[in-house]
């Protein structure tokens, strides 16, 4: 009787069947993933995000534009300026909808599946844009109380986009370029600034005779530059719609091989890794539920970085909402406030906002998607926080005297400032909770560190807004760039908190497969296919 080989044996032929166990296949799966070439693939899952991105970011500028072109048309009778609260209520119910969509929908992502909710808060995008491009005045009605209404929808829209467009990302892209993938997405909200700027100048000067002639056609313009808004959404829902599940949730949610192979297909992969079907073998990790959901995040080691993450993203926020009270002092100073009638008034704004955001918020986007996967995320947070800690102690502390002593001094630590922004936190509090939290709660993770953002934007919008005007107009300026420099210094000490992303899986960040208990991960399953042996 002959002997029986062991696997491996020179005596066996080159392609062995191997039997794995569940452990054994994921891990096969996710190396493919983790290593393919960067190729079309991952270029399209970063447009198909980046659209939502440059949507989101497209309409919260384009409103900030309307609200002014808003007084013009109907509250000539009171400066040509909306009211405080009107204004207030239009912008901050925008971000109050943000919060619930970001808690929603990275709940639902989670529980529900990436690819069912993907393309979704699109159409909340899509519904609530149109709705306030359309919003008329009437007897029964109140004009601003209905388009605060629609820009809680669009809220909703701009909420859900973040957990799942950062955590689809994530999940698609390989180790090596994650980070940057997740940066490119980000980046475009930077595009989408611009491009709403672009939208309302090119728009204001087409109805220039007629805004001279009678200041109501402003009516017209800002309807179309919010209108505007919803075609590049349009564009992008049917990708959103028709993109794969994400291997990680096929693979540990779904526990669906054939939806995995789809990705490995695409990516060049090998999809001879065996069938995983939930009938062979047990789950490789736990179910999510709350019980599991209040036990992993209740050991430190794990609940540290979530509150490290929502922290930062909380005090980022603060800063990053309240330094856009100095917009009208910028553009005061650059010679693009007010004007000699209300076109001259509006065209000069478009104008300074596309400068200003051209100076230091573009840039500031592109260094980080550049030099993310080089210097690692942690590194360029905290570096983030200390300059702008510096530079907040600068321009608070010596507000008046380099506001008397040097207009250009003022403005080029402004625009230093915005591009330790953006080459900073801003980008890598939306970049990390994409990364460091395990598959069953990556994207509900997200929508809580994202929405403790919103909630500090919220903050900033109403409370320093008041703020800002006590002892006459912007005479509290300083005082609150002092108080944003004690939030930075309090971000520097959350960022400890998180961990080092760069180069490293997420399997290995979430320590799944590690951390957590896999039940009959010894248990021999049946296999389909032959694998071989180098890719054991």
């Known amino acids: 009787m002959s002997e029986k080989s062991e696997p491996g044996s020179s005596s066996n032929s080159d392609n062995q069947t191997y039997v794995l166990t569940a452990k054994e296949r994921r891990r096969l799966a996710l190396e493919q993933i983790d290593n393919a070439k960067f190729g079309w693939f991952h270029i399209r899952a970063c447009l198909v995000s980046g659209i939502g991105f440059f949507t989101d970011a497209y309409d919260i500028f384009a409103i900030n534009l309307a609200s002014a072109m808003l007084g013009y048309v109907y509250w000539p009778n009171e400066g040509n300026k909306t009211p405080y609260n009107v204004d207030t209520a239009i912008k901050v119910s925008c971000s109050v909808g943000t919060v619930i969509g970001q808690l929603l929908f990275g709940y639902l992502a989670d529980h529900v599946g990436r690819k069912r909710m993907y393309g979704v808060e699109l159409m909340f995008m899509i519904v609530g844009t149109v709705g306030q491009s359309?919003?008329?005045?009437?007897?029964?009605?109140?004009?601003?109380?209905?388009?605060?209404?629609?820009?809680?929808?669009?809220?909703?829209?701009?909420?859900?986009?973040?957990?799942?467009?950062?955590?689809?990302?994530?999940?698609?892209?390989?180790?090596?370029?994650?980070?940057?993938?997740?940066?490119?997405?980000?980046?475009?909200?930077?595009?989408?600034?611009?491009?709403?700027?672009?939208?309302?100048?090119?728009?204001?000067?087409?109805?220039?005779?007629?805004?001279?002639?009678?200041?109501?056609?402003?009516?017209?313009?800002?309807?179309?530059?919010?209108?505007?808004?919803?075609?590049?959404?349009?564009?992008?829902?049917?990708?959103?719609?028709?993109?794969?599940?994400?291997?990680?949730?096929?693979?540990?949610?779904?526990?669906?091989?054939?939806?995995?192979?789809?990705?490995?297909?695409?990516?060049?992969?090998?999809?001879?890794?065996?069938?995983?079907?939930?009938?062979?073998?047990?789950?490789?990790?736990?179910?999510?539920?709350?019980?599991?959901?209040?036990?992993?995040?209740?050991?430190w080691k794990y609940g540290k970085v979530l509150f490290g993450t929502a922290y930062s993203w909380f005090a980022l926020d603060v800063a990053w909402y309240g330094l856009g009270l100095n917009n009208s002092i910028i553009l005061r100073e650059i010679g693009f406030a007010g004007g000699n009638d209300p076109f001259d008034a509006v065209f000069k704004t478009c104008i300074g906002n596309i400068i200003i955001n051209l100076l230091g918020s573009v840039p500031g986007y592109w260094i980080s998607v550049f030099t993310i996967d080089k210097m690692g995320r942690k590194t360029i947070q905290i570096m983030g926080f200390i300059v702008l800690t510096c530079m907040f102690v600068i321009l608070g502390f010596g507000y008046h005297a380099i506001i008397s002593t040097s207009t250009v001094l003022f403005i080029v630590l402004f625009t230093i400032t915005q591009i330790f922004f953006n080459w900073g936190p801003n980008t890598t509090t939306f970049v990390v909770p994409g990364e460091c939290f395990p598959t069953r709660y990556r994207s509900t993770a997200h929508g809580i560190s994202a929405a403790s953002g919103k909630m500090g934007s919220i903050v900033a919008q109403i409370g320093f807004g008041l703020l800002k005007d006590i002892g006459g107009s912007n005479a509290w300026i300083n005082h609150l760039l002092q108080i944003f420099a004690f939030f930075m210094m309090t971000g520097i000490f959350s960022s400890l908190l998180i961990n080092e992303t760069k180069g490293k899986s997420l399997e290995q960040l979430s320590e799944e497969g590690e951390e957590e208990e896999i039940v009959r991960s010894n248990q021999i399953a049946p296999i389909n296919e032959n694998v071989n042996k180098s890719n054991y």
């Open 134 to 299: 359309l919003v008329g005045n009437s007897f029964s009605t109140s004009f601003w109380a209905v388009i605060t209404f629609w820009r809680l929808i669009v809220g909703l829209g701009i909420g859900g986009d973040y957990p799942l467009s950062s955590v689809i990302t994530a999940e698609f892209a390989t180790t090596k370029h994650r980070g940057a993938m997740m940066s490119a997405v980000f980046a475009m909200q930077g595009i989408g600034q611009v491009a709403a700027g672009l939208v309302a100048l090119v728009t204001t000067a087409a109805f220039k005779s007629a805004i001279q002639h009678d200041q109501h056609y402003l009516d017209y313009v800002w309807r179309i530059v919010i209108g505007v808004g919803a075609i590049p959404a349009l564009g992008a829902l049917y990708s959103r719609l028709t993109i794969p599940e994400t291997p990680r949730y096929a693979l540990d949610i779904e526990q669906n091989m054939d939806k995995v192979n789809q990705t490995l297909e695409a990516t060049g992969g090998d999809t001879t890794n065996g069938h995983y079907n939930p009938n062979d073998d047990e789950p490789v990790v736990p179910k999510a539920s709350w019980a599991d959901f209040r036990r992993h995040f209740g050991k």
